[in-house]
């Protein structure tokens, strides 16, 4: 099931805190949950090998920051090592002058071409271009029927010959050339500057269908060449990836199924065995679901860390922007109170449904279902904080260290609650202030990001509180998140 | 009931081909006489690995091996071999594998899946299988009423094959139209009746919960149907694939699945997996895209093909 890295790393880096120095036996076991995590994300095999070395490589180089945990600052750098890998971003589409510019996608059967054919025009259309798209797929049954009705859904004419629409699943050779070169020869004549090809989704170690689409490169004049993949690909993708890039010299990547609850391993593996950028994945059956590549939440994702990014992204949105001002200045001086703590908390119920934006978090999606987790359970959290809260002197509030054990006696019996309820408060609100003063070294920037995740952080504790635990916030900085959109 | 894998495995040129695409090469890894060491068994587990077979379970099995083999009671890596395959195919028995039909009236058997794995292409294999090889009357239903061109698709594949199909207009209620082949079926005493749906993702709950009403309606209007329900998943999909039969399992009580696209370079190992936690069966493998491309589920060759070497892409 789902594993929460961050966690994992936590307790790899706990057992050594004590003694503060980090040695080459805890970085290997800390590199090795990265690996599991990787793999889960169906990560290639030998992506992961490699990427684990420069991971290992680079932790070992590092000086040991005493302020920061060293669990964070390992995940941090596993964080920077993949958003690296996964760039540089390029999500632009060359075009030619004069056009029209033609693009052709490719891939597997099933990974998505037609669907992303309408997508793509549909977005190129958007941005003020003409484009014309081309039923190259002539094999499989219904496909040019299929193109047609999205070009009708996205407003941009399709390109059909009809005649050539295999009968009985044989394509004979050369149709489908003769098919993109007519409509070329149709889109100078109709002014499109931008012709998007939809081929017939083909096995990599199909050696005629692969000629086919040599075929159309070279005797049509391809300029662009994307390949379209599934994002729930396992280890295989690493081959036909390389395959389509080694025959065919990929220009992008389009990963599509991002709209599920994959981990997507398959995008880094892809990108990692191609070179070529990442330019689009596909969040929905929908026209509309198409969206930009942004490395950073993805890193997020594949490592099983959930959408942070979303998360404080969303928070944010919510927050009420006077408070928030007031909290994160002292924030940045390291000066949490348990007051701000709880301001805070009364944001986030603010929030409305935990369970919704738990259910942002990748893998997690459903999760709170699993458990049973109501919203009325999460309200009773909250409720119960208020309660421990008021039931505290302001003297204690101030300083909620004096707090010994008649203390929380005292204020468990008040709220009505447990002791070790109490206990779990403190605890909650000890980590959040604990992570702001340890980024008291940061320059000013470093805070700001920082701060942000800090504000996921107290969902990330109320989220403890359920057993779901650790989804502490770590040094991710502040980044757009990934829209989900669904039908 | 039972015979049905018999006449099945009859069909020799499905064979051919899973023959050369699933080949059976051990050598390179179980060289004879080779020891048994470190060695050995991360290269085991990177074959394990790389056929999508999940870490968990790769761990539980290469730490079982390294366990014995530290314990002295294995030294050759042949036995390994030996065992692990014991281990693998221990959960399949035959069946299992077997298609459930009705004692009486038509079989109806609900395919779905998320999108794009071969939902349609393995109704057209089911299709002409059942029709050609088990000389049964077959009838399919369009419940794809959402994909562009998809009721389109499914036509020319009943017409090729040469059997009926109930279809209704783009975008009506799917479950009306799985209601209305039910009927037709009865009245015209069809023997199979087979239900393809439109593809969706596990974690759209609202669709879901639009398959389990197709689902309902079937039994409502046939007794003890559908009689198989069967997930097509996508053989190049990697560990999502246990989210998903687990979330069609909730949804509609899958009782096996049809693993397509075999004949690609991908292994497909996850229905291990699948198969260790939710207790469904594999039915079917899909080797390509025509009809004949079909076959039923052969624990041990597949098991064998796990060990192949990697065919290199062409
Ligand atoms: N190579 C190969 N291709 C297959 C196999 N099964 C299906 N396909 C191809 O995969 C593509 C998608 O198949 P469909 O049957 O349309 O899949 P589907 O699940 O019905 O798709 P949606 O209804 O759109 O969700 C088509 O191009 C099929 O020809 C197989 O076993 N091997
Ligand atoms: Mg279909």
């Known amino acids: 099931m789902f594993t929460a890295l961050t966690d994992r790393l936590n307790d790899v880096f706990r057992k050594i805190s004590g003694r503060g120095i980090i040695s080459e036996e805890n970085i290997r076991e800390a590199v090795a949950n990265v690996r599991t995590a990787l793999l889960e994300a169906d990560v290639n095999f030998q992506v992961v090998k490699e990427f684990c070395d420069t991971v290992q490589a680079n932790a070992m180089g590092q000086e040991v920051i005493s302020s920061l945990q060293p669990g964070q600052l390992f995940i941090k750098s596993v964080y920077d090592e993949l958003v690296k890998l996964m760039g540089p971003v390029d999500t632009s589409i060359m075009t030619v002058t004069p056009g029209p510019t033609v ?12 669907t992303t054919c309408g997508k793509l025009a549909r977005y190129l259309d958007a941005k003020g271009l003409h484009p014309l798209m081309v039923a190259a797929d002539l094999q499989r049954p219904a496909a040019v029927e299929q193109l047609r009705v999205l070009g009708e859904q996205v407003g941009v004419p399709v390109y059909i010959d009809e005649a050539r629409v295999a009968e009985h699943g044989q394509v004979p050779r050369g149709a489908a050339v003769a098919v993109c070169r007519a409509a070329v020869a149709d889109a100078k004549l ?12 083909r096995l990599h170690i199909d050696e005629d269908l692969m000629t086919e689409l040599r075929d159309i490169n070279t005797q049509i004049g391809v300029h662009q060449i ?3 993949l599934d994002a729930m690909s396992g280890q295989d993708a690493v081959n036909s990836a390389k395959a389509f890039n080694d025959q065919l010299e990929l220009d992008g990547l389009i990963l599509t199924k991002f709209d599920s609850d994959t981990r997507g391993g398959a995008l880094l593996s892809a990108k990692y065995v191609t070179g070529k950028p990442v330019k689009f994945i596909g969040v929905g059956e929908k026209v509309e679901g198409l969206e930009e590549f942004r490395p950073e939440g993805m890193a997020q994702r594949i490592l099983g860390m959930g959408d942070v990014v979303g998360l404080v992204n969303d928070a944010m949105q919510k927050f009420d922007a006077a408070k928030t001002a007031k909290i994160n200045e002292k924030m940045l ?3 949490l109170s348990l007051d701000d703590f709880m301001d805070q908390m009364a944001q986030v119920s603010k929030l409305g449904s935990v369970g919704r934006v738990m259910n942002m978090l990748p893998g997690m999606d459903g999760f709170t279902r699993d458990l049973n987790i109501k919203e009325s359970d999460m309200d009773k959290q909250v409720v119960r904080m208020r309660a421990i809260y008021n039931s505290m002197s302001k003297k204690e509030r101030k300083d909620p260290d004096m707090l010994d054990g008649p203390r929380r006696r005292r204020i468990a019996t008040g709220a009505g609650v447990q002791t070790q309820d109490v206990s779990q408060f403190i605890k909650q609100f000890e980590t959040s202030r604990d992570l702001m003063q340890s980024f008291g070294s940061l320059n000013m920037a470093r805070k700001m990001s920082v701060m942000s995740q800090l504000m996921s952080g107290g969902l990330v504790n109320l989220a403890g509180s359920f057993g779901l635990k650790g989804r502490k916030s770590t040094f991710m900085e502040k980044k757009d998140r990934n829209k989900k959109k669904r039908r | 009931m039972g015979f049905f894998s018999k006449t099945i495995d009859k069909l020799k040129g499905a064979l051919k081909k899973t023959a050369t695409v699933l080949s059976t090469d051990v050598r390179t890894l179980f060289v004879p006489g080779r020891q048994i060491d470190d060695q050995f068994l991360s290269e085991l587990e990177e074959r394990f690995l790389r056929a999508d077979m999940g870490i968990q379970n790769v761990d539980r099995i290469v730490n079982e091996l390294r366990d014995r083999w ?9 036995e390994c071999l030996g065992i692990v395959k014991e281990q693998l195919g221990a959960n399949w028995p035959k069946q299992d594998r077997e298609l459930r039909l009705a004692p009486s009236g038509p079989t109806v058997i609900l395919v779905a899946g998320i999108n794009g794995t071969g939902k349609t292409t393995s109704i057209a294999k089911l299709a002409w299988l059942l029709k050609n090889e088990m000389k049964k009357s077959v009838m399919v239903c369009a419940s794809d009423t959402f994909r562009a061109a998809a009721v389109e698709q499914l036509s020319i594949w009943a017409q090729r094959i040469g059997v009926d199909i109930v279809k209704h207009k783009m975008g009506a209620d799917p479950a009306a139209v799985a209601y209305d082949a039910c009927e037709s079926a009865k009245a015209r005493g069809i023997d199979i009746l087979i239900i393809d749906t439109a593809g969706r993702l596990h974690t759209q709950e609202n669709l879901m919960r639009e398959l389990t009403k197709i689902r309902d309606v079937v039994a409502r209007r046939i007794p003890g149907a559908p009689h198989e329900v069967l997930l097509v998943l996508d053989a190049t999909t990697g560990q999502n694939a246990l989210a998903q039969a687990k979330n069609f399992s909730l949804a509609i009580g899958v009782t096996g699945i049809v693993l397509a696209k075999l004949d690609g370079t991908a292994k497909g190992g996850v229905i291990f997996a699948i198969r260790d936690q939710l207790s469904i069966p594999v039915k079917f493998v899909g080797l390509g895209e025509t009809p004949q491309d079909i076959e039923t589920f052969d624990p041990v060759r597949f098991i064998d093909a796990l060990f192949g070497g990697e065919k290199a892409a062409a």
């Not at chain 1, 109709?190 to 989704?201: N, S, Y």
């Open chain 1, 103 to 114: 693009i052709m996608m490719c891939g597997l059967q099933g990974a998505g071409k037609t």
């Open chain 1, 190 to 201: 109709h002014g499109h500057d931008v012709v998007i090809i939809d081929t017939a989704g």
């Open chain 1, 226 to 228: 994307f390949l379209v």
């Open chain 1, 333 to 335: 001086k390291g000066q």
């Open chain 2, 70 to 78: 530290r314990l002295g009671k294995i030294k050759d890596a042949s």
